[in-house]
Every structure is written in structure tokens, then in C-alpha cells.
């Protein structure tokens, strides 16, 4: 399978909550990065444990969950940029909208890294800050 097929293909089982089926498109080996390394929680390479802290967050503060909407994908050999529109509301009413850039780089046809560039201030606020009452 090609770079932008596979790209494709996680993104779809992403957007589907299949979490077996992103896994079976990733090396063992995966490394997940943030932006904004040092400037919230969740910024930069994220262990296993942080990454369920963080799929734990966004499912308590968005029970909704988050639509998300593929703009584009630019693809070669080894790399995959996937532009991508991301909104969700936050169960206190306030609206969650960022787009965001994720670079996949491959090995041997497997996701081998996943670096996600995005507005960290906003993400940093919805995610991590004060909730307002909640009704």
C-alpha cells in the first residue's frame, strides 16, 4: 500500500474510532509528538500512558466527540501531510476549532511517526484550562 493510501486509511479509521485498525497501520516502535513541547501538558513525544490521558480528556470535555474533516493529503515515499479541520463542542458550550497539520513518516509501508502541528494556545485552553459551568 502506498504512502497516501495508508495515510488515508488511518485517517478514516481515526475519524471511525477504530483504534485496532490505526494500530495495525503504525510500526511497534511509533513515536507521537505535539506541538508545543514545554508549553502544555500534552505537548511533544507522548508515552502511552499520556496518550490515554489525553483520549481521556477530549472524551470527558467533548461527549460529543470531535468532527473531523480531511482538507488534503500530500504524499512521497516516506512522508504524509494530511491537512486536516477539527471542531468539537465542549460539553460547557464553548467551541473547539483548530486546523491542524499531521506529518506520518513511514518504514517499510507502516506509520512510524506521527508529529501533529496545531493552535496549542486554543488547545491548551479547551483541553487543559477551566471548564465554565457546566448547566
Avoid at 470535555?61 to 470531535?66: A, N, Q
Avoid at 509501508?109 to 486554543?122: K, Q, R
Wanted: net charge negative; proline share 3%.
Amino acid at each position: 500500500m502506498k504512502t497516501k493510501e495508508t495515510a488515508e486509511k488511518y485517517f478514516n479509521a481515526m475519524v471511525a474510532g477504530k483504534f485496532d485498525e490505526m494500530a495495525k497501520l503504525k510500526t511497534p516502535d511509533c513515536v507521537y509528538w505535539l506541538s508545543g513541547e514545554g508549553s502544555w501538558p500534552f505537548g511533544g513525544y507522548q508515552s502511552l500512558e499520556n496518550q490515554g490521558k489525553l483520549w481521556g480528556t477530549v472524551a470527558e470535555r467533548f461527549p460529543e466527540g470531535m468532527k473531523m474533516t480531511l482538507r488534503s493529503i500530500t504524499a512521497d515515499d516516506e512522508r504524509a501531510a494530511l491537512y486536516v479541520h477539527i471542531r468539537g463542542m465542549r460539553k460547557d458550550g464553548r467551541i473547539y476549532e483548530n486546523n491542524v497539520m499531521l506529518l506520518l513518516t513511514f518504514k517499510d509501508g507502516l506509520i512510524s511517526g506521527l508529529y501533529e502541528y496545531l493552535d496549542t494556545i486554543m488547545v491548551n485552553e479547551l483541553f487543559c484550562g477551566p471548564m465554565d459551568h457546566v448547566k
